[in-house]
């Protein structure tokens, strides 16, 4: 059976690219979203994987132009939709948020035809992702410097909650948060229709980061094995899960000076930054409030009272 995805169409055992239109820009033109069609050889299920919801992660833009050339349709079971670009606008003018609306795409899921920019683009992709058994939405911890994560976002209680797990372990960057998202998300919504979907957040990094986009290529090859798209096996590896995430913010202004590297584990009351001056002197000292794992940080490192400093995973344990 032909599937098609906007523009694109492919029969069993074919592959085609094309646009799923979604309006007009400002000149009157219509736009569309670059699509992909892999429809394998062999029944089997179906995945949907989306990148550059937010337009400053370019990441699983990176990971997506790598898998598709390497998607053999004579050798897949099932079917593979992919939109590679999600947030048209932003992605133009390489920003975080659509311009159009000043929205954060993943706060828009699942979207509204007769909505804004953002809930419309949101809509359209909704339509296309909840066609599938299970979701992939490629992120990255922005321009932040952020470890390689899997997020699950449904929440604890969520009758889902046990399979977006399994689909997180399956991708494997090793770290996995599971901590309900804000209300928004496609890993929100999703779930809500009952496919299991996950945010694997592929680092942080301003333009493209080669080593995250290698463990972006490997965790879709990873479910894509796992799942039985493609033959072989593969045997999950135990992740390391933070079950909270605690941020930091500066309380004074200066340099920030960090005693630990990403991924470190740290000890409550262990150092973990100094906010400094130009002349070096030190204005304050900042430990941990908890047990955790060096998340996330900022890039640049000076900041204003109140500022984002860092981000530890808390609440540890794996599974
Ligand atoms: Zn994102």
Same mark, same amino acid.
């Given at each position: 059976?032909? &599937?098609?995805?906007? &523009?694109?169409?492919?029969?069993?055992?074919?592959?085609? &690219?094309?646009?799923?239109?979604?309006?007009?820009?400002?000149?009157?033109?219509?736009?569309?979203?670059?699509?992909?069609?892999?429809?394998?050889?062999? $029944?089997?299920? &179906?995945?949907?994987?989306?990148?550059?919801?937010? %337009?400053?992660?370019?990441?699983?833009?990176?990971?997506?132009? #790598?898998?598709?050339?390497?998607?053999?349709?004579?050798? =897949?079971?099932?079917? =593979?939709?992919?939109?590679?670009?999600?947030?048209?606008?932003?992605?133009?003018?390489?920003?975080?948020?659509?311009? =159009?609306?000043?929205?954060?795409?993943?706060?828009?899921? $699942?979207?509204?035809?007769?909505?804004?920019? +953002?809930?419309?683009?949101?809509?359209?992709?909704?339509?296309?992702?909840?066609?599938?058994?299970?979701?992939?939405?490629?992120?990255?911890? +922005?321009?932040?410097?952020?470890?390689?994560?899997? #997020?699950?976002?449904?929440?604890?209680?969520?009758?889902?909650?046990?399979?977006?797990?399994?689909?997180?372990?399956?991708?494997?960057?090793?770290?996995?948060?599971?901590?309900?998202?804000?209300?928004?998300?496609?890993?929100?919504?999703?779930?809500?229709?009952? =496919? $299991?979907?996950?945010? $694997?957040? *592929?680092?942080?990094?301003?333009?493209?980061? !080669?080593?995250?986009?290698?463990?972006?290529?490997?965790?879709? @090859?990873?479910?894509?094995?796992?799942?039985? @798209?493609?033959?072989?096996?593969?045997?999950?590896? #135990?992740?390391?899960?933070?079950?909270? @995430?605690?941020?930091?913010?500066?309380?004074?202004?200066?340099?920030?000076?960090?005693?630990?590297?990403? %991924?470190?584990?740290?000890?409550?009351?262990?150092?973990?930054? #100094?906010?400094?001056?130009? @002349?070096?002197?030190?204005?304050?000292?900042?430990?941990?409030?908890?047990?955790?794992?060096?998340?996330?940080?900022?890039?640049?490192?000076?900041?204003?009272?109140? !500022?984002?400093?860092?981000? *530890?995973?808390?609440?540890?344990?794996?599974?």
């Amino acid at each position: 059976m032909t &599937t098609r995805l906007g &523009t694109a169409s492919a029969g069993p055992g074919e592959v085609d &690219t094309g646009r799923l239109e979604v309006g007009e820009t400002r000149d009157g033109s219509t736009f569309g979203l670059p699509v992909a069609v892999v429809n394998g050889a062999k $029944p089997g299920k &179906t995945l949907y994987m989306q990148a550059a919801s937010d %337009g400053d992660e370019l990441n699983g833009v990176g990971v997506l132009q #790598r898998v598709v050339p390497q998607l053999d349709p004579a050798e =897949i079971a099932g079917t =593979i939709l992919i939109v590679g670009i999600v947030n048209y606008h932003a992605f133009q003018v390489a920003e975080h948020r659509n311009p =159009i609306d000043d929205t954060k795409m993943n706060r828009a899921y $699942p979207g509204s035809e007769n909505g804004t920019s +953002s809930e419309r683009i949101a809509a359209a992709t909704f339509e296309a992702a909840t066609r599938a058994d299970l979701i992939l939405d490629l992120h990255q911890g +922005s321009t932040s410097r952020m470890i390689d994560e899997v #997020r699950v976002r449904c929440g604890t209680r969520h009758r889902l909650h046990d399979e977006c797990l399994e689909l997180a372990k399956a991708f494997g960057c090793g770290y996995v948060l599971d901590q309900k998202g804000p209300d928004g998300q496609l890993a929100r919504a999703a779930p809500d229709e009952g =496919i $299991p979907t996950v945010d $694997p957040e *592929l680092g942080g990094c301003v333009g493209w980061d !080669e080593t995250s986009i290698r463990k972006g290529v490997e965790g879709v @090859f990873n479910v894509l094995t796992y799942y039985d @798209f493609l033959e072989g096996t593969v045997d999950p590896e #135990r992740q390391t899960r933070a079950n909270g @995430f605690e941020q930091y913010g500066a309380s004074c202004g200066g340099l920030i000076d960090f005693e630990k590297d990403l %991924g470190d584990e740290v000890a409550r009351g262990e150092t973990l930054y #100094r906010i400094t001056t130009p @002349f070096g002197e030190t204005k304050e000292t900042v430990t941990a409030d908890s047990d955790g794992i060096l998340w996330r940080t900022r890039r640049l490192p000076q900041v204003a009272t109140g !500022e984002y400093v860092c981000s *530890l995973g808390t609440d540890l344990d794996s599974y």
